[in-house]
């Protein structure tokens, strides 16, 4: 929210409602403390309560934060609309941006149905996981990955359009029919096996071509001359991240003959750590990077040695985790899922993996101390006034 917020003020010269974005921000984070306060009591205390939670995995949120959310997000959609109606102007960029964020919003509607036939809950309950991630969540990154390809490296609007272009299409031929890889073992019918083995794991291709594109024009044109060399790090790391995690091991699993057996094993842990990672956390940390300094200081300098080494522990140790889980999982398919062995054993012999991962989550978990202390006191670079008295100027607009 604040990433698009942030970026369509940049697109525009400002929003719709800048008190409607305040509104947004305090209403949204006191319904989210609420929901986890919730389950932090539920948790400690040893009591359920369907006032604090519905018990779905993922969607467990219970029914008023479900229609509190929705009202919230509801307003922060009306704000961005507005925004691109009366500021910036409908291009694809922002216009892809938004169709993105209408789809986080209706897509969460199926999960607020409860159907007591657990094929059918399941069937819908796919349609939140599995659509917010590979459906809406790959337009909202592939815009905000352009916007930024446009503002960091110079990447030309028209040359980011058309990778949108092919993005898009890819969202609704494999992002969408790929959902099909979670239908495999829940009681639907047997096409879905064909469907979601052929139409998974191809969305992240574009985005990757699209910035290592920008990054390469960039080096060929003028180098990285770029002042803030450390969001460039947390986008083209983020897209590579996103690519690996999501494209190549998520296609690992994706296909029914090898899913049978990796279902729901470490193999899934492994996936899904580098791919929210990179998906998620590494394209949010670019924005914000790119906005603190901007922000705070008024220009693209910062002081980024402890960004840098933030970087480096967060994304050796998530990949160290990956790698680590990768090894369990595999090790689990064999013992577990082949040779039949019961599943406490099998995990007796899984445990110098997960001891790697525990010391590879604790370099992930520096990494992000480091990042929060970086964003919470961050430090100009002490340069000459005369460095930001040339007006930058970028595809498509002009920023002073």
Not at 112 to 125: A, E, L
Not at 213 to 231: C, K, M, Q, T, Y
Not at 327 to 342: H, K, S, Y
Request: glycine share 12%; with cysteine; net charge neutral.
């Amino acid at each position: 929210m604040g990433g698009t917020y942030y970026l369509l003020k940049e697109e525009g010269g400002g929003l719709y409602s800048e008190r409607l974005a305040w509104w947004n921000l305090w209403l949204f984070s006191t319904g989210v403390f609420l929901v986890v306060a919730g389950y932090l009591y539920m948790g400690l205390s040893g009591h359920y309560s369907s006032l604090f939670s519905e018990g779905r995995e993922y969607i467990e949120a219970p029914r008023w934060a479900d229609l509190y959310l929705v009202a919230v997000f509801g307003l922060f959609l009306f704000n961005v609309f507005m925004t691109v109606r009366t500021r910036t102007g409908w291009d694809p960029i922002t216009g892809l941006l938004t169709a993105g964020l209408a789809g986080l919003a209706f897509f969460y509607l199926f999960g607020m149905k409860f159907f007591k036939n657990m094929s059918m809950d399941f069937y819908f309950w796919w349609w939140v996981v599995h659509l917010w991630v590979e459906g809406c969540w790959e337009l909202i990154a592939a815009s905000m990955y352009a916007l930024l390809a446009i503002r960091l490296f110079g990447f030309p609007r028209e040359r980011a359009i058309k990778y949108l272009y092919i993005e898009a299409g890819l969202v609704l031929f494999t992002g969408i029919l790929g959902i099909g890889h979670h239908y495999y073992w829940i009681g639907t019918p047997r096409y879905w096996l064909l469907v979601g083995g052929f139409f998974s794991a191809l969305e992240p291709l574009p985005l990757l071509v699209m910035v290592l594109d920008s990054v390469r024009l960039a080096f060929r044109e003028r180098g990285f001359s770029h002042p803030n060399l450390l969001a460039q790090y947390w986008l083209v790391g983020g897209v590579i991240m996103h690519f690996l995690g999501a494209g190549v091991w998520g296609f690992i699993q994706t296909l029914p003959q090898v899913n049978r057996w990796t279902h729901g094993t470490q193999l899934t842990a492994a996936h899904g750590h580098l791919a929210f990672f990179g998906a998620y956390a590494m394209l949010i940390i670019a924005c914000i990077y790119y906005a603190l300094p901007r922000w705070r200081f008024g220009h693209d300098g910062l002081d980024q040695k402890r960004g840098f080494l933030a970087f480096w522990l967060m994304v050796i140790g998530v990949m160290g985790m990956t790698l680590a889980l990768t090894c369990a999982g595999t090790i689990q398919v064999f013992m577990e899922r082949l040779w039949g062995l019961p599943f406490l054993e099998a995990q007796g012999y899984m445990g110098f993996f997960y001891l790697l991962r525990f010391v590879f989550g604790l370099l992930t978990a520096t990494g992000v101390w480091l990042f929060f202390l970086d964003v919470l006191l961050p430090k100009p670079v002490t340069v000459e006034e005369e460095l930001y008295k040339e007006p930058l100027v970028l595809e498509g607009f002009h920023v002073a």
